[in-house]
């Protein structure tokens, strides 16, 4: 534990800039100045000083996937919004480390995809043997939509084409991970016909720009800024998932659902591409403050259009899906009492 803490830190402190200890040093012994014009919705540009009680870390994800920009943004709405409250969005390898840090008290919140959540939970899959009673579930964000690309280029024009080919499979302890692995195996790709290659989502989209990789597997809301921003110097084709594969696919793995991919998320992406998704949870445990947790629900809900702007996932954000493939069980008891103060009964 102590040395997966030192690495994490490292990677913190590349991605933030100074170390943490420092910050929790001057915002506890100071005061935190919240600059409104930069943090949230509604900015009135004027300072707002506060004393600091409280931080909370948000494990995300890639910087160049979806997690990362939508905790970024959550991150500064309930700083702007929440007295004496400081959260920070930390990049991780994404839904499976970030069980991992909710389940070890590294992080308060943590996005997740749902049937990694659900694994954790019951403990199956990549968690057999160490179900968690104690993980929850405060919202259901918005639809995670399963990508593989591939050089325009390149002689891969289906699924069934990527037998022999270096596949770049998402970085080990991710839901992409998980999700690539499932895939292969449903199209009958054992382990040595493939070679695997796990990079995070910015390592992945450079080596298939430099030709290292021939194809890059990630889940993500749409769009994915890294596909797009690739696509821009680089024509990328999506690879479609058949209908009948599909279906498989959801046999294998109930929380699937088929998905569709618009024309025109992506440069160059002339018409639409069929696959297959799940969605992406706000995770955290049964010890999270109740009161807090449904002031953050509110925020959350009542500036969807404000986490829209900010990260085109949250698009779809809405009371209707607020619970949207979780099971009861898992829910935080503040998501009952805040869908009910809004004239929504759960069953």
Same mark, same amino acid.
């Given at each position: 534990?102590?040395?997966?803490?030192?690495?994490?830190?490292?990677?913190?402190?590349?991605?933030?800039?100074? +170390?943490?200890?420092?910050?929790?040093?001057?915002?506890?012994?100071?005061?935190?100045?919240?600059?409104?014009?930069?943090?949230?919705?509604?900015?009135?540009?004027?300072?707002?000083?506060?004393?600091?009680?409280?931080?909370?870390?948000?494990?995300?994800?890639?910087?160049?996937?979806?997690?990362?920009?939508?905790?970024?943004?959550?991150?500064?709405?309930?700083?702007?919004?929440?007295?004496? %409250?400081?959260?920070?969005?930390?990049?991780?390898?994404?839904?499976?480390?970030?069980?991992?840090?909710?389940?070890?008290?590294?992080?308060?919140? +943590?996005?997740?995809?749902?049937?990694?959540?659900?694994?954790? =939970?019951?403990?199956?899959?990549?968690?057999?043997?160490?179900?968690?009673?104690?993980? #929850?579930?405060?919202?259901?964000?918005?639809?995670?939509?399963?990508?593989?690309?591939?050089?325009?280029?390149?002689?891969?024009?289906?699924?069934?084409?990527?037998?022999?080919?270096?596949?770049?499979?998402?970085?080990?302890?991710?839901?992409?991970?998980?999700?690539?692995?499932?895939?292969?195996?449903?199209?009958?790709?054992?382990?040595?016909?493939?070679?695997?290659?796990?990079?995070?989502?910015?390592?992945?989209?450079?080596?298939?720009?430099?030709? =290292?990789?021939?194809?890059?597997?990630?889940?993500?809301?749409?769009?994915?800024?890294?596909?797009?921003?690739?696509?821009?110097?680089?024509? %990328? #084709?999506?690879?479609?998932?058949?209908?009948?594969?599909?279906?498989?696919?959801?046999? &294998?793995?109930?929380?699937?659902?088929?998905?569709?991919?618009? &024309?025109?998320?992506?440069?160059?992406?002339?018409?639409?591409?069929?696959?297959?998704?799940?969605?992406?949870?706000?995770?955290?445990?049964?010890?999270?403050?109740?009161?807090?947790?449904?002031?953050?629900?509110?925020?959350?809900?009542?500036?969807?259009? =404000?986490?829209?702007?900010?990260?085109?996932?949250?698009?779809?954000? +809405?009371?209707?899906?607020?619970?949207?493939?979780?099971?009861?069980?898992?829910?935080?008891?503040?998501? #009952?009492?805040?869908?009910?103060?809004?004239? %929504?009964?759960?069953?």
């Amino acid at each position: 534990m102590q040395r997966r803490q030192v690495a994490r830190n490292a990677r913190f402190a590349k991605a933030r800039g100074p +170390g943490l200890p420092f910050l929790l040093t001057f915002l506890l012994t100071l005061t935190a100045l919240t600059a409104n014009a930069a943090a949230g919705p509604e900015a009135t540009g004027s300072f707002d000083i506060r004393l600091v009680k409280r931080f909370f870390s948000i494990g995300t994800g890639s910087i160049s996937g979806t997690y990362y920009p939508l905790g970024s943004a959550m991150s500064r709405l309930f700083n702007s919004r929440l007295d004496g %409250i400081v959260t920070i969005p930390e990049p991780t390898r994404g839904s499976v480390e970030n069980i991992e840090f909710l389940r070890g008290g590294e992080i308060a919140l +943590g996005l997740v995809q749902n049937d990694v959540a659900f694994n954790a =939970y019951y403990g199956k899959g990549s968690f057999d043997g160490r179900p968690w009673p104690g993980l #929850r579930v405060l919202a259901s964000l918005y639809s995670e939509v399963m990508h593989v690309a591939v050089r325009r280029d390149a002689a891969i024009a289906s699924l069934s084409d990527l037998r022999g080919k270096v596949l770049a499979l998402g970085e080990e302890g991710s839901g992409t991970a998980l999700n690539a692995r499932i895939i292969l195996e449903q199209l009958g790709l054992g382990p040595t016909e493939f070679t695997p290659s796990f990079l995070g989502l910015t390592k992945a989209l450079a080596a298939l720009e430099g030709g =290292y990789v021939d194809a890059v597997f990630f889940t993500g809301g749409l769009p994915i800024e890294g596909f797009a921003l690739l696509g821009e110097r680089l024509p %990328i #084709r999506l690879l479609e998932f058949p209908p009948e594969f599909c279906r498989h696919l959801i046999t &294998a793995c109930p929380f699937l659902a088929e998905e569709v991919i618009p &024309a025109g998320t992506y440069p160059g992406q002339a018409g639409p591409v069929a696959t297959v998704g799940l969605r992406a949870l706000l995770c955290t445990t049964d010890a999270f403050d109740p009161a807090l947790a449904e002031r953050m629900l509110g925020l959350v809900f009542d500036h969807a259009g =404000y986490l829209a702007g900010m990260s085109q996932a949250a698009a779809s954000l +809405g009371l209707d899906t607020a619970v949207k493939g979780v099971p009861a069980e898992m829910l935080h008891p503040a998501v #009952r009492s805040f869908l009910a103060a809004r004239g %929504i009964r759960l069953p």
